[in-house]
């Protein structure tokens, strides 16, 4: 069973920076795919970005690309994601999610495990 938490969320203003965290069981790292998504009020899940476990370079949303970064400290069982330059449109709960797949990680659908959600608000 995997398990994860997310924590790093809060209110912050249009311009400004959050790094979320998330973290994992032991050996949750072990040929897994590692996601972020976010879901606003009213709105389906949408992928932020996400890294595959064969080690290729992360991905990201158009929305977020340039502003928001992934990364991965293997020895301390930890997903980060960076988010600079915020905008209120950014304003979601984020969810850190696991996947055995390492394709179609663009999907919620192909992710197996999921943490609680951190809310992320943004003022204008």
């Not at 998330?22 to 606003?40: D, L, N, P, V």
């Not at 970005?49 to 977020?64: E, H, K, L, N």
């Not at 055995?100 to 951190?118: A, C, E, F, V």
Request: with cysteine.
């Amino acid at each position: 069973q995997v398990h994860l938490v997310e924590s790093g969320g809060g209110l912050v203003q249009a311009g400004g920076s959050l790094r979320l965290s998330c973290a994992a069981s032991e050996r949750t790292f072990s040929r897994k795919s590692m996601g972020w998504f976010r879901q606003a009020p009213g709105k389906e899940r949408e992928y932020v970005g996400f890294i595959s476990w064969s080690g290729r370079s992360p991905y990201y949303a158009d929305s977020v690309k340039g502003r928001f970064t992934i990364s991965i400290d293997n020895a301390k069982n930890m997903v980060y994601l960076q988010m600079d330059s915020l905008k209120p449109e950014d304003t979601a709960v984020y969810y850190c999610g696991a996947a055995r797949m390492d394709s179609g990680l663009g999907y919620s659908r192909n992710y197996d495990w999921w943490g609680q959600g951190t809310q992320v608000t943004v003022s204008s």
